[in-house]
């Protein structure tokens, strides 16, 4: 069974960075394309970040670009999403999600929609204060 878990919210001011961070058990790692998505109160989840298998293709939303990075550690079961700059807007619960139905070379259409990710973590707060 394949276990998500999500770390590293919290509470930061405007301008301030946050490093969050997902383990992947009980499965190959290796094999995931990798996900953040967000959820804010009364809002629909969006995609955040994507990270191909071998890490070496990443998609970042418009509104992140510049100030967030995805990585990820095949060696260790991790993926890591930095954000920096925070704005109050980028208030949610974060989640990571993996997909071992994404083909290598798939494009943002596919790696930013939730419905191609058949697992997830349970989520993490992000609370950014103006």
């Known amino acids: 069974q394949v276990q998500l878990v999500e770390s590293g919210g919290g509470l930061v001011q405007a301008g301030g960075s946050l490093s969050l961070s997902c383990t992947v058990s009980?499965?190959?790692?290796?094999?995931?394309?990798m996900g953040w998505f967000r959820q804010a109160p009364g809002k629909e989840r969006e995609f955040v970040a994507a990270i191909s298998w071998t890490g070496g293709t990443t998609y970042l939303t418009d509104s992140v670009k510049g100030r967030f990075t995805v990585s990820r550690d095949n060696a260790k079961n991790m993926v890591h999403l930095r954000m920096n700059n925070l704005k109050p807007e980028d208030t949610a619960v974060y989640y990571c999600?993996?997909?071992?139905?994404?083909?290598?070379?798939?494009?943002?259409?596919?790696?930013?929609?939730?419905?191609?990710?058949?697992?997830w973590g349970q989520g993490t707060q992000v609370t950014v204060s103006s």
């Open positions: 009980g499965g190959k790692f290796s094999n995931y394309a």
């Open positions: 999600a993996a997909s071992s139905f994404l083909p290598y070379g798939s494009d943002y259409l596919k790696m930013s929609s939730p419905y191609e990710y058949e697992y």
